[in-house]
């Protein structure tokens, strides 16, 4: 799965383009990375800096659900996933079941713990709840546990592997494993461990590089957005090179034919 990540939405602090520029520039991302064969894409409001927490104003909401059912008309022959951030679970499902898409991306769904923004309460319990009120069932919900750019101390006694099966107890549809901060690796040891206790599907979820990809074939997904960006930075524009460069090595080590790229 690779990240589209929309520039800045009105309301917020770095917010300059109109949205209909908006709309232009994700659904021009969206059919690149189609074009490059890829199997999926997360649409995330990465540069609404700095991120509200656990839920996000109207203004968003509103702007999410108009560039991804675009997204969803541009690039209809692929998945299509959604997170708002930091932490708007029920924003990001409510988008997700209006326009279409597949999947959201989930923070805070068991275990609580201390983000960027402040204290993250867990939510599981009121997301699948809500999940069944508004007939989103079709909708999956994949979660990070320990997740990047936030302190576990108060679970500390916890291992990965227990906070695994907690996010299996609790409905999770899929999980997903990161490093300590955007573009870092993920423990490759780690996913190995979380893969043999639970069932559920395992998503790598941040520092995957053309270079490092191999050590991840075990995982059911990856989530990959740094690496496709100038100079591998999430808040560069995206270089059609590495994404073909990138495609090109995981086709060769999965045996896939690779798309003719456009």
Avoid at 31 to 55: A, F, S, T, W
Avoid at 56 to 84: F, L
Avoid at 152 to 179: N, P
Wanted: proline residues 3%.
């Amino acid at each position: 799965m690779y990240v589209v990540a929309l520039t800045s939405i009105a309301g917020t602090p770095q917010h300059c383009l109109p949205l209909e520029r908006i709309v232009e520039r994700a659904c021009a991302e969206a059919e690149l990375y189609q074009q490059c064969g890829v199997d999926g894409i997360l649409v995330e409001n990465m540069h609404d800096l700095p991120y509200m927490r656990g839920k996000v104003e109207p203004e968003i909401v509103a702007s999410m659900t108009r560039v991804c059912s675009e997204i969803k008309q541009a690039v209809k022959d692929i998945p299509m996933g959604i997170q708002i951030l930091a932490g708007a679970n029920v924003e990001s499902l409510a988008v997700a079941h209006a326009c279409g898409a597949h999947f959201v991306r989930a923070e805070g769904f068991v275990f609580s713990h201390v983000a960027d923004e402040g204290w993250m309460d867990s939510c599981a319990g009121e997301l699948l709840r809500y999940r069944k009120a508004i007939g989103a069932d079709a909708v999956f919900i994949l979660t990070d546990i320990q997740k990047k750019h936030c302190s576990h101390a108060v679970t500390a006694d916890l291992d990965v592997c227990e906070v695994a099966k907690a996010a299996q107890f609790f409905l999770s549809d899929g999980i997903i494993l990161t490093g300590q901060a955007t573009g870092s690796p993920a423990n490759a040891l780690e996913i190995a461990k979380v893969k043999s206790v639970v069932t559920i599907p395992i998503i790598v979820g941040s520092g995957v590089t053309e270079q490092n990809v191999e050590d991840y074939l075990g995982a059911d997904a990856m989530i990959i957005g740094s690496h496709f960006k100038a100079q591998g930075a999430w808040y560069n524009s995206i270089e059609r090179s590495r994404v073909t460069n990138f495609m090109q090595r995981i086709n060769t080590l999965v045996g896939k034919q690779p798309p003719s790229v456009v």
